[in-house]
């Protein structure tokens, strides 16, 4: 075993509810208990809420490894009681998540994967009923049988913790250097997670206030939006009636169980056909701001001022996070509401700059692709050096020309056809054909090494990134997955180092976004964060892609945070605001 340097091992789980159900609220956590087993020697020990004792504990066992399923929250309930977090870790949820991982199988609770490998733990029923009753507070737990319940649930959960590490160390497929950079990921996002984002909480709750009537207002089109909304919900037939009219063909799926073609108007085909009309942009947005406020608020702490949210790491395939109740998930206007912890502070963003494109030219060592990176606008570079713009040609003087051979610069990278490119920019299929040709010409050592990481890919059964994130290939998976697999996962190593190297510099991590991050600093702070940003990013970068130059993008906003995309639709629901506050 290469763990066998640590004197112990300890199994962790901890139980947490939160008052007045105000689930997830930071302000109304109460700390119920935690629990250390030791695999070598056997030992018990656990804390009730916030006994102090729980520091001199860790302080003595600093240099074990501790063990959790899903560790950050484990992390998080040891910060909240200031405890410094111990240096070693082994998240027994990212290893199966790193083992199992596939198209389609996503599932590593502790219970499933405790089931599926035939390894002792509690009914899921039973185990999901006394966790509500504990995440609610409602048990009593000065009663002693109370107390030996929870306990013994507790304790179970490090018990099968500590079976399942054992299984998966046993065979040794999961690197311990590979597991260390991600717990220290986890632990930065861990702190992330109980900073919290801070809100316009007075605006939100207005809106909350108002939603039925905002509701109403929303669907009655107008500001150029037709009527498509009906009863507050989006009607199909009338917005097909809208853009068969203006002359829009929409595309069609075929059905997996079926075979048949039939037509969506989900938000991802919305989001696909978004930049033939900006009607289709805003009647999106619409339906994810209804789709938001019918479900459950986002949780917007009014004590704390701060909005928060569970990252969700290593959840999808590609080994990107899959954030829930998160404000950057919902529709863009939202992020309005994103402001400055305090008036002497400022929001940053940060965003590596086309990342996919940059990481593909990385990967693929395509010269003409690097160059093309290069240039202060890829898109436009790529529509030069095709001839579809004359040299000198900027986004301001050739949008249009700017605007296809962006689809087809960043289509090409899922495997987007001719039809496909075709669909979204709303031009006929033989200069949909054209373009694609022109991306084959130019960039000849992208497509050899695409085609041949796929065809490996398939050949092995599995493939993997430059930090050791891997996926297993099935025989018949869809080749586009895996043509796009690469640029996505290595996004995902880059994301995970750069906000290590931007935590241990100590900086004000937010949130990450996909191939951004939200930061803040003081005003007079501002000179030395971009300090921190550009070292994080350019070791991120040089770790994963030696050599690379991947740029990135630092904005400041000094009132609250701003989307170009989403300002529409917030000046238009501000303006509804102001008319329900005159009325």
């Known amino acids: 075993m290469r763990y066998g340097q640590f004197d112990e091992i300890w199994g962790v789980d901890s139980e947490w509810g939160f008052r ?47 063990v959790a399923h899903a560790a950050i929250a484990e992390m998080k309930y040891l910060a909240r009681q200031r405890c410094p977090l111990p240096k070693h870790w082994y998240d027994t949820f990212a290893a199966e998540r790193y083992v199992t991982n596939a198209p ?68 040794l497929v999961m690197n311990p250097a590979t597991m260390a950079w991600w717990t220290e990921y986890e632990k930065a996002i861990a702190r992330m997670e109980l900073r919290g984002i801070p809100f316009a909480v007075d605006e939100y709750a207005d809106i909350i206030d108002r939603w039925p009537e905002i509701r109403e207002l929303l669907a009655r089109g107008g500001e150029g939006t037709p009527e498509v909304f009906v009863n507050g919900r989006f009607d199909a037939g009338r917005f097909t009636q809208w853009y068969r009219a203006q002359g829009i063909a929409w595309p069609t799926r075929l059905s997996n169980t079926t075979g048949r073609a039939y037509t969506s108007y989900d938000d991802e085909a919305m989001k696909l056909m978004e930049g033939r009309h900006p009607v289709i942009a805003m009647v999106r947005q619409i339906k994810k701001t209804l789709t938001r406020f019918n479900r459950r608020a ?15 790491v290593f959840r999808s395939v590609t080994g990107r996070n899959q954030p829930k109740d998160f404000i950057f ?42 160059e093309v990176y290069a240039a202060n606008d890829c898109h436009m570079s790529f529509a030069v050096r095709a001839g579809g713009a004359p040299n000198g040609a900027t986004k301001q003087t050739h949008p249009a020309a700017r605007k296809k051979y962006k689809q087809v610069n960043l289509g090409v990278l899922y495997g987007q056809t001719e039809y496909g490119i075709s669909q979204r920019l709303g031009i006929p299929r033989g200069e949909a054909r054209t373009l694609l040709e022109d991306h084959r010409r130019l960039f000849p050592g992208f497509w050899v090494w695409s085609e041949r990481m796929v065809q490996g890919a398939f050949d092995r059964g599995y493939i993997t990134t430059p930090c050791g994130w891997r996926c297993r290939v099935p025989p018949y998976s869809n080749e586009r997955t895996w043509m796009n697999w690469p640029m996505q996962s290595t996004g995902a190593d880059i994301m995970r180092l750069t906000v290590v190297y931007l935590d241990r510099q100590g900086v004000q991590l937010l949130a990450p976004v996909h191939d951004g991050f939200l930061l803040t600093c003081t005003r007079p702070e501002i000179p030395a964060l971009r300090a921190a940003v550009d070292y994080a990013c350019a070791a991120a970068v040089e770790h994963v892609l030696p050599g690379f130059p991947l740029k990135w993008d630092f904005t400041v906003y000094e009132e609250r945070f701003e989307d170009e995309d989403g300002l529409p639709l917030w000046r238009r629901l501000m303006s509804a605001m102001e008319a329900l506050a005159r009325a």
């Not at 405790?114 to 509690?122: A, E, K, S, V």
């Not at 206007?333 to 996919?356: C, F, G, N």
Request: aromatic fraction near 8%.
């Open 20 to 66: 007045s159900r105000r689930i997830d609220f930071e302000s109304a956590f109460v700390p119920v208990i935690i629990c250390f087993t030791g695999l070598l020697a056997g030992g018990r020990v656990h804390f009730w809420g916030a006994d102090p004792m729980i520091k001199d504990f860790i302080a003595g066992h600093g240099g074990d490894l501790f």
């Open 298 to 312: 986002l949780v917007v702490d009014p004590q704390t001022r701060r909005h928060y949210s569970s990252t969700v």
């Open 329 to 370: 998930s919902g529709p863009k206007w939202m992020r309005y509401l994103i402001v400055p912890p305090s008036p002497d502070h400022v929001l940053v963003y940060v965003d590596y700059v086309a990342q996919e494109i940059g990481i593909a030219a990385g990967l693929s060592g395509d010269s003409q692709m690097r």
């Open 104 to 171: 389609g199988v996503l599932d590593a609770g502790l219970s499933s994967v405790l089931h599926r490998r035939g390894l002792p733990h509690r009914a899921p029923i039973e185990k999901e009923t006394l966790r509500q009753q504990i995440l609610h507070l409602e048990l009593d737990l000065d009663d002693p049988e109370c107390q030996r319940e929870v306990s013994e649930y507790c304790y179970s959960d490090t018990d099968g913790c500590l079976a399942l590490f054992e299984e998966q160390t046993r065979n």
